[in-house]
């Protein structure tokens, strides 16, 4: 179990650019949630896979943002056209089913 | 009305004493509760979780739950300088649409001073 890692951990960009992020979960677990946490906030639910399906996207999230778990193992979210209000900290978790959920070390986003 | 509250803090306790951390939810379909430590500039660590009304003793840390009152906490019994850190209180909805989700309070800012 070498938990869940993130990758990259930092990531710093200009305002327009594309950028994705990576996320490999802790090996069977089937769950995949993606959040966003700001300064001084609690995390912000973004979305969340059961194997391959996403099963929820926060109406929050622009069109700008799109996440995929192709064949239900590892993730990657996606913000196209970033904007500085994207800036960051954006967190992967993995569960087994509906019981506790692990932390990735986060990427953080700066858009300049 | 937020789904999950957390007074902000910050909480302010001596080296040794109890600190308690509360957190209220809306959604009486939330079935299990979590707690989360965060050091500044890290990402949330686990450290307890309840699914049923009562105590759930661990360590140094008690988590409590009350369905009734729609309320769970979080006793850190002995408090060190490095149980400095926020911490998250997170509920899952056992179903409806939003079947699976962990929802996030605000976090409190505990500080254990010497």
């Known amino acids: 179990d070498t938990g869940v890692s993130q990758d990259p951990r930092h990531k710093i960009t200009k305002r327009g650019q594309n950028v994705t992020f990576r996320c490999d979960p802790i090996?069977?677990?089937?769950?995949l949630y993606w959040y966003r946490q700001t300064l001084g906030q609690g995390p912000e639910f973004l979305t969340y896979?059961?194997?391959?399906?996403?099963?929820?996207k926060s109406r929050l999230l622009s069109d700008r943002f799109s996440a995929e778990r192709p064949k239900g193992s590892f993730s990657t979210l996606e913000i196209q056209r970033t904007e500085q209000g994207d800036s960051a900290m954006y967190l992967c978790?993995?569960?087994?089913?509906?019981?506790?959920?692990?932390f990735g070390q986060g990427t953080r986003l700066t858009v300049v | 009305q937020k789904e999950v509250e957390q007074n902000s803090g910050p909480l302010s306790v001596p080296e040794g004493a109890i600190a308690s951390l509360n957190c209220t939810y809306s959604d009486r379909g939330s079935q299990s509760f979590f707690w989360y430590r965060q050091y500044s500039g890290k990402s949330p660590e686990l450290i307890m979780s309840?699914?049923?009304?009562g105590d759930k003793e661990d360590g140094r840390f008690t988590a409590q739950l009350n369905k009734a009152s729609q309320y769970v906490s979080l006793l850190i019994r002995d408090s060190q300088p490095s149980d400095s850190a926020t911490y998250l209180c997170a509920a899952r909805l056992a179903g409806g649409t939003s079947y699976g989700k962990l929802t996030f309070g605000q976090g409190t800012i505990l500080t254990v001073h010497p």
């Open positions: 978790a993995s569960s087994r089913g509906h019981v506790e959920a692990f």
């Open positions: 309840i699914y049923s009304n």
């Open positions: 090996s069977e677990h089937n769950r």
């Open positions: 896979f059961q194997n391959e399906a996403q099963l929820e």
